[in-house]
């Protein structure tokens, strides 16, 4: 397979490790050459293209399957010129960030019998597998209770960059949250029917920032005397990919990596609370911190026959760290400590490069064009719900029955 990427940040390193021990990587693009220039320097015989012209790009270079790794807001753009040429696609989650342009993808991979793969990693996860596994032994699922905690390190980031704008990501019930709903959706078999949701910009932010005393005076940390010893402030001179990438990039289009995260222009929550009821007749309950001590998640499925729990611990004090414990609780018997598989090498526990060899493998079971739409379904209703003070019925903002049939 001759395979070609847009988007040339960190995430596009993975994809282009994993994917040439399976292929060959023929082409890169990215709106950036400087960042091109970057990448080339472990492919450098791989020729770089304009993000504005992907479309040439596959025809010169006889890409089989174009990788998109740009910014969430530009995937609908990518993918539908790749499935118009007569290309197979395989997207960064999320799929992209609004119901219209998830209607334009939708459209063109019918018309154009070519498929779209969303790369949701988490479901690779050997912990992720094993919930999937151990769920039939607590019946049928009534609720789950799902709590994500970003910490502030990782959290952070979310609002030094691109993200923290929702016209680029959605927000992050869209951007992050996506992995978190289609876990779900693939662990019950379900679709999100109606979703309530509340959130606000409780910690980042001008004002949050002034409020709790965390706010200094500065816009961006590069060259910044207020950022020197602020513990939220990216030093993008201390990592040398960082700097490549990003500090040494400005000068082509002006993006600053390292925004003062309690500065202005953050249009984006960063403590949301869901409820989900699927079509399924199961309730979630789902929170997302974007600011916390510590680093991890915790599930919870309540079932007729018994409870299953997974609590996760990845970070804390700002290192990296990893504990986890899987418990099951059958009616009327004693819980049980279930042994957890290895976690083995690369990123995401593993989950990145078993997700990419499944890819190569058997491309036909990956999560679909419509996985992805079902995903971000309930970021975008939430997203609506929020912003409206009332519940919304994700069969009204987009009815995938069109395309499920």
């Given at each position: 397979m001759r395979y070609a990427i847009v988007g040339t940040g960190h995430r596009a390193r993975t994809w282009a490790s994993e994917l040439s021990r399976h292929g060959e990587i023929v082409a890169l693009a990215d709106p950036n050459p400087a960042r091109i220039a970057v990448f080339q320097k472990n492919f450098p015989s791989v020729p770089g293209y304009s993000a504005e012209d992907v479309g040439r790009m596959l025809d010169k270079e006889r890409v089989d399957a174009l990788v998109v790794c740009s910014v969430d807001a530009t995937h609908d753009s990518h993918i539908v010129t790749a499935l118009q040429s007569g290309r197979d696609v395989i997207t960064e989650k999320p799929m992209t960030t609004t119901v219209t342009k998830c209607r334009r993808i939708l459209e063109a991979e019918r018309r154009s019998g070519k498929r779209v793969t969303v790369?949701?990693?988490?479901?690779?996860?050997?912990?992720?597998?094993?919930?999937?596994?151990?769920?039939?032994?607590?019946?049928?699922?009534?609720?789950?209770?799902?709590?994500?905690?970003?910490?502030?390190?990782?959290?952070?980031?979310?609002?030094?960059?691109?993200?923290?704008?929702?016209?680029?990501?959605?927000?992050?019930?869209?951007?992050?949250?996506?992995?978190?709903?289609?876990?779900?959706?693939?662990?019950?078999?379900?679709?999100?029917?109606?979703?309530?949701?509340?959130?606000?910009?409780?910690?980042?932010?001008?004002?949050a920032g002034t409020k709790h005393g965390y706010?200094?005076?500065?816009?961006?940390?590069?060259?910044?005397?207020?950022?020197?010893?602020?513990?939220?402030?990216?030093?993008?001179?201390?990592?040398?990919?960082?700097?490549?990438?990003?500090?040494?990039?400005?000068?082509?289009?002006?993006?600053?990596?390292?925004?003062?995260?309690?500065?202005?222009?953050?249009?984006?929550?960063?403590?949301?609370?869901?409820?989900?009821?699927?079509?399924?007749?199961a309730t979630m309950s789902y929170h997302l911190t974007a600011y916390s001590p510590w680093e991890g998640y915790r599930i919870a499925f309540n079932g007729s026959k018994g409870r299953l729990e997974l609590d996760?611990?990845?970070?804390?004090?700002?290192?990296?760290?990893?504990?986890?414990?899987?418990?099951?609780?059958?009616?009327?018997?004693?819980?049980?400590?279930?042994?957890?598989?290895?976690?083995?090498?690369?990123?995401?526990?593993?989950a990145d490069g078993r997700m990419i060899d499944a890819l190569v493998r058997d491309p036909a079971n990956m999560p679909t064009a419509l996985d992805g739409a079902r995903s971000i379904l309930t970021g975008l209703a939430a997203n609506e719900s929020m912003a409206t003070a009332r519940s919304v019925r994700a069969h009204d903002l987009l009815d995938l029955s069109e395309w499920e049939r």
């Open positions: 790369a949701f990693n988490y479901r690779y996860h050997p912990t992720h597998e094993q919930v999937a596994e151990l769920l039939p032994r607590i019946g049928e699922i009534g609720s789950v209770h799902f709590e994500w905690l970003l910490n502030t390190s990782h959290g952070a980031d979310y609002f030094r960059r691109w993200h923290r704008d929702r016209a680029n990501s959605g927000g992050l019930l869209v951007h992050k949250a996506t992995h978190h709903f289609d876990l779900v959706n693939w662990w019950l078999g379900a679709a999100p029917q109606t979703v309530t949701a509340f959130g606000r910009l409780f910690f980042y932010g001008k004002d706010a200094r005076d500065y816009v961006r940390a590069h060259g910044a005397a207020e950022a020197a010893d602020d513990p939220f402030a990216l030093d993008l001179s201390a990592q040398d990919d960082l700097r490549e990438l990003y500090l040494e990039a400005e000068h082509e289009d002006g993006y600053h990596r390292d925004q003062n995260v309690f500065g202005d222009g953050v249009t984006i929550e960063d403590d949301m609370a869901v409820l989900v009821r699927y079509d399924t007749g996760m611990n990845e970070a804390a004090h700002g290192e990296k760290v990893h504990s986890a414990a899987l418990r099951l609780h059958e009616i009327w018997q004693p819980p049980r400590e279930i042994p957890l598989r290895r976690i083995e090498r690369g990123g995401h526990g593993g």
